[in-house]
């Protein structure tokens, strides 16, 4: 039977929902389809596998270059016939960026078998270099068949993304290779993944190339000298805007550390994996940052939270970020030893840092009072929070009674009348998008899931004048399975989405 008559886009739609959904995901992939005759060739399959099921399928699949755009080879399975695969890839693209993942297995489990259909495909992908959109290479072997370049012309002429992985031991890329993401016209994010290990020359290469705007090292060991070399090297990162450290577990006993370190240029930090990272902020001098995410390692439990003492420092060394836009972070307000809490925290916290449009707190301590203080103290103290447009608050290890909730509700319908009153001469901005995270045990109650209903109703309301509210009640830990019961607007993503990526959206 010949599949509907849909329009090409709806297609489109249909299809991308069968291949991985991220490129970023690719690094977590599992090679666990071997089903498919090329062998580690998974990422990429669904299009292929499309195409079998009629002529009519294929002539729909066929026509969408961009489902054939992505590629993953892998050495741990290679099959015989992964180099037509390839070439039909490369074909049915018609041109397009690829998007190219290459996985070495490590070099102890190799077999010259495996390595025959491996090299032979890694060398026929490397002469289309010229391209690759995004690349991933993870390598763990010397002999990796890097290919011929001419430095006449760039490498990588369209490259905008490249991670880098490998063994623990040097990347193994020739000098050509890295002169090829020196000159890059187009590349700007770069990522050094977990296990791998670069020398210093080989950094300042990435470094050297001017349009490079967002870096991430996964490890700081990364570099050949570990932390010594990132303090070494930090002040000169004059062109990147966003740094993120994703692990620096093993260099917290190098912070603090004198003297500051100053960069000019960054604009966006993310500092995670680390359990002090009041001490890493403490000893950098960052006068245009914009954007700071801070996560510790206490965060493998919702219910962790980084000692109070820490907290205080922490908000202490903020206010010599008078610039900060977006914010999100992890903090305790109560004292476990005197059994007392500081509900007037982010209050504090707005009163010094005025330019905010973005927050994003998760809470521990207090049982919602901090989030109930906030948001009265919006309406109540004139000039607060003047520029806040995206508020999310995340208290998941308190309840919440239908009482405490239509006082939230309440507080933010003030807050959108007073921004919306032309009277108003110092203009408010709009809380355009507030989600709030609470925990609850759920109850079989008939009223009391009446009056949720109501609530509910209260929270669309709000959503028309343009305040999209969602408050997310999440199941306690001891539940066999977690999730999410949603009051409000409905077109809120999860709350679960990483935090760094929810502050770049534009608001």
């Not at 996560?295 to 420092?313: E, G, N, Q, T």
Request: charged letters at 25%; hydrophobic letters at 40%; proline letters at 6%.
């Amino acid at each position: 039977m010949p599949p509907p008559n849909l329009p090409p886009e709806l297609w489109m739609k249909i299809f991308t929902q069968s291949v991985t959904s991220s490129f970023q995901d690719t690094l977590r992939s599992s090679f666990a389809v071997w089903e498919f005759s090329p062998g580690s060739f998974q990422w990429s399959s669904s299009p292929w596998e499309i195409s079998r099921v009629c002529r009519n399928w294929r002539n729909i699949i066929s026509a969408m270059p961009e489902l054939w755009s992505s590629i993953e080879i892998s050495s741990f399975a290679p099959g015989p016939n992964i180099v037509p695969f390839l070439d039909l890839y490369l074909k049915r693209s018609r041109g397009r960026g690829l998007d190219v993942v290459i996985m070495t297995d490590d070099s102890n489990n190799r077999s010259d078998h495996k390595d025959q259909h491996f090299l032979e495909a890694a060398s026929f992908l490397m002469q289309h270099k010229a391209r690759f959109q995004k690349l991933v290479m993870v390598i763990r072997f010397d002999d990796f068949p890097w290919g011929d370049y001419s430095l006449e012309h760039p490498v990588f002429p369209i490259l905008e993304s490249v991670c880098l992985g490998g063994d623990g031991e040097l990347f193994p890329a020739p000098r050509q290779f890295w002169e090829g993401i020196r000159t890059a016209p187009k590349l700007h994010n770069v990522t050094l993944s977990y296990s791998l290990v670069l020398s210093t020359d080989n950094f300042l290469h990435i470094l050297a190339n001017s349009q490079v705007e967002l870096l991430e090292i996964h490890n700081i060991f990364s570099l050949e000298d570990g932390f010594h070399s990132f303090r070494r090297l930090f002040p000169t990162l004059n062109k990147i805007e966003t740094l993120k450290i994703c692990d620096c577990t093993d260099a917290a006993m190098e912070a603090p550390f004198s003297p500051r370190l100053r960069n000019q240029a960054l604009r966006a930090l993310s500092i995670e994996q680390n359990d002090r990272p009041h001490e890493y902020l403490s000893s950098l001098e960052l006068p245009s940052l914009e954007t700071l995410l801070l996560s510790c390692i206490h965060l493998d439990s919702i219910f962790k939270a980084p000692p109070l003492h820490w907290v205080s420092d922490l908000f202490r060394i903020l206010q010599r970020f008078p610039s900060l836009q977006r914010l999100s972070f992890h903090f305790n307000i109560e004292d476990e030893i005197r059994r007392q809490s500081n509900p007037a925290r982010l209050v504090e916290l707005l009163q010094f840092l005025p330019n905010l449009t973005a927050l994003d707190a998760r809470i521990t301590g207090g049982g919602g009072s901090c989030s109930t203080n906030l948001l009265l103290a919006l309406v109540s103290r004139s000039g607060l929070g003047r520029r806040l447009k995206s508020l999310r608050l995340n208290e998941a290890d308190c309840h919440l009674d239908s009482d405490l909730i239509l006082r939230h509700i309440m507080a933010l319908e003030t807050r959108v009348a007073k921004s919306k009153d032309p009277r108003d001469g110092n203009a408010i901005a709009q809380l355009s998008d507030v989600r709030l995270l609470f925990g609850f045990r759920p109850q079989r109650r008939s009223a009391e899931m009446t009056e949720f209903e109501s609530l509910d109703r209260k929270m669309q309301l709000l959503e028309l004048v343009g305040t999209k509210c969602a408050l997310f009640r999440c199941f306690e830990k001891d539940f066999e399975s977690s999730s999410f019961f949603v009051m409000g607007s409905k077109s809120l993503e999860d709350p679960a989405v990483h935090a760094f990526d929810r502050l770049h959206v534009s608001i």
